[in-house]
């Protein structure tokens, strides 16, 4: 199995659970060199018995990818590198479309030519109907796995999964309404009426399946 953005915390969560998972062989790739060795000593502390290959790879470089996914020959490709800060997308569109929807075509691509027979792509809640750059990406990414299984016949299994906010990732809103409530409030909400939902990560595990509301 090979992970992109594994260095980051939903890449990581995944990577850690992977890792303790018998007859397993982990591809990590990223282009955060530091990331990447901080997950090594993680898996190595947690799962000392775990088969794991670091990629230093980014997402963006087409011919990069098709070279890391061929090297690797991975059997499933979690596809979890995004850059998913909105207020930065909308700042900096190009860079949001260059990785969100430019890097998934690239992987996808790679792990086709490599001989993938599942590719996920981790999404956003915020694809659905979308009204920022980042979401709007993450839509078209979703898109594009449809449109490449309808046009090459792909004998992939493809799927994407949208992922809400969840707690202790990066990015996460959680952090910044313990430090206002800290100091004493108030805490910033986008309207009043509006609810948040939360899974729960922490650097030892993956996003859990319950849900909670704040």
């Known amino acids: 199995m090979l992970i992109t953005g594994a260095a980051g915390s939903v890449g990581a969560g995944l990577s850690l659970q992977l890792a303790a ?6 591809g990590l790739l ?15 502390e947690a799962a000392p018995a775990a088969k794991a290959e ?46 969100n929807l430019v890097g998934v075509r690239n992987a996808l691509a ?3 030519a490599a001989g993938a027979g599942e590719f996920i792509l981790i999404s956003t809640d915020k694809a659905a109907s979308p009204h920022c750059v980042m979401g709007a990406a993450k839509r078209l990414a979703e898109l ?3 449109g490449f299984l309808r046009e090459r016949g792909a ?4 799927a994407s999964v949208r992922f809400g906010n969840v707690l202790g990732s990066q990015g996460s ?12 409030g108030p805490i910033t909400l986008t309207h009043p009426k509006m609810q948040r939902f939360f899974s729960h990560h922490g650097r ?10 704040s």
């Open 110 to 112: 790679a792990a086709h």
């Open 21 to 26: 998972t018998k007859g397993v062989r982990l």
């Open 204 to 213: 030892g595990g993956v996003a859990d399946p319950s849900r909670r509301r």
């Open 144 to 146: 594009h796995l449809r």
């Open 173 to 184: 809103v959680a952090p910044l309404f313990a430090d206002q409530i800290e100091r004493g």
């Open 155 to 158: 004998n992939m299994r493809l």
């Open 30 to 44: 990223d282009h955060f060199d530091h990331g990447l060795l901080r997950l090594a000593d993680d898996i190595a």
């Open 54 to 99: 670091l990629l230093l790879c980014n997402v963006r470089e087409a011919d990069a990818m098709t070279r890391a996914m061929g090297a690797f020959s991975p059997d499933v490709v979690i596809h979890a590198a995004a850059l998913k800060h909105v207020h930065l997308g909308e700042a900096h569109p190009g860079e949001s479309l260059l990785t």
